[in-house]
C-alpha cells in the first residue's frame, strides 16, 4: 500500500490560493492520485484525480511531478465554504478496493 | 436521484445488542462500501462488494457482517456491539473502481 503524508492543518485567508501537498514516496506504477473533501458531519466528496502532470477542473487543480513521489492540490481563491478537511489517496482504480485508504487528512481552516 | 441514502442518521445502542444500517443507492453502481471513521480520524475500510452476492472484508472487518442481495442495498450489521465501535459509519458506491459518493453517514454509539 502506498502510505501518505499530509500536513495535518493549514490555515488561510479568504481570496488566497491554498496548496496542500501529499508525499507518496511508495506510489506504484499503476496508482492514482485522488483528493477527497469532507466537510463536518458529511462523507467525503471527490474533488479531482490525476496520474501525471496537471489536471485542472472547475473546482481544483493537481500537480504531479515527474517522479510522482509527491502532488500538490490547489485551491484557487478560497472562501470560507473551503473550509474542511481535505483527504489525498494514492491507489490503483482497476486493482481491489481495499487498497483505498484515508489518511488523517488536511484541515483547512479559512478565515476573513 | 437521490444518490446513497444511509438510515438511520443516529443511533444508540447498549452493550451487546444488535442493529443494521442500512445503505442505498439508486444510481445503478456496482461497487459498494461500508467505512467507519473515529473522531478526528480518516475513513477506515470495512467491507466492500464488487456487485450483487459477492462481498469481501476491508481493513477492519471484525464485529461486522454485511450482504448484499441486490444491487441497490448494502446493509452492515453489527451482532454484538462494543463501545469500540462507535463511530460515525458512511457508505459509498462507484462505477467500477472509480469516484466514490457517499452517503451522509450513521452516527452510532454504544454504551
Known amino acids: 500500500l502506498a502510505k501518505t503524508t499530509q500536513p495535518i492543518s493549514m490555515d488561510s485567508y479568504e481570496g488566497q490560493e491554498v496548496n496542500i501537498t501529499c508525499s507518496h514516496n ?3 506504477t499503476n496508482d492514482y ?9 458529511q462523507g467525503p466528496r471527490f474533488i479531482i484525480q490525476g496520474y501525471k502532470t496537471k489536471v485542472t477542473n472547475e473546482v481544483a487543480s493537481l500537480f504531479i511531478p515527474a517522479d510522482r513521489k509527491s502532488s500538490t492540490l490547489s485551491l484557487p481563491r478560497v472562501s470560507l465554504s473551503d473550509t474542511a478537511v481535505y483527504y489525498c489517496l494514492v491507489g490503483d482504480p482497476t486493482g481491489t478496493a481495499s487498497k483505498l485508504t484515508f489518511g488523517t487528512g488536511t484541515r483547512l481552516q479559512v478565515t476573513l | 436521484n437521490a444518490g446513497v441514502t444511509q438510515t438511520p442518521k443516529f443511533r444508540i445502542l447498549k452493550i451487546g445488542q444488535s442493529m443494521t444500517l442500512q445503505c442505498t443507492q439508486d444510481m445503478n453502481h456496482n461497487y459498494m462500501y461500508w467505512y467507519r471513521q473515529d473522531p478526528g480520524m480518516g475513513l477506515k475500510l470495512i467491507y466492500y462488494s464488487v456487485g450483487a452476492g459477492i462481498t469481501d472484508k476491508g481493513e477492519v472487518p ?3 457482517n454485511v450482504s448484499r442481495s441486490t444491487t441497490e442495498d448494502f446493509p452492515l ?11 460515525v459509519y458512511f457508505c459509498a458506491s462507484s462505477h467500477g473502481k472509480e469516484t466514490q459518493y457517499f452517503g451522509p453517514g450513521t452516527r452510532l454509539l454504544v454504551l
Open chain 1, 26 to 28: 511508495n506510489i506504484a
Open chain 1, 33 to 41: 492520485i485522488t483528493w477527497y473533501q469532507q466537510f463536518p458531519s
Open chain 2, 62 to 64: 471484525n464485529g461486522y
Open chain 2, 77 to 87: 450489521r453489527l451482532e454484538l456491539a462494543a463501545p469500540s465501535q462507535t463511530s
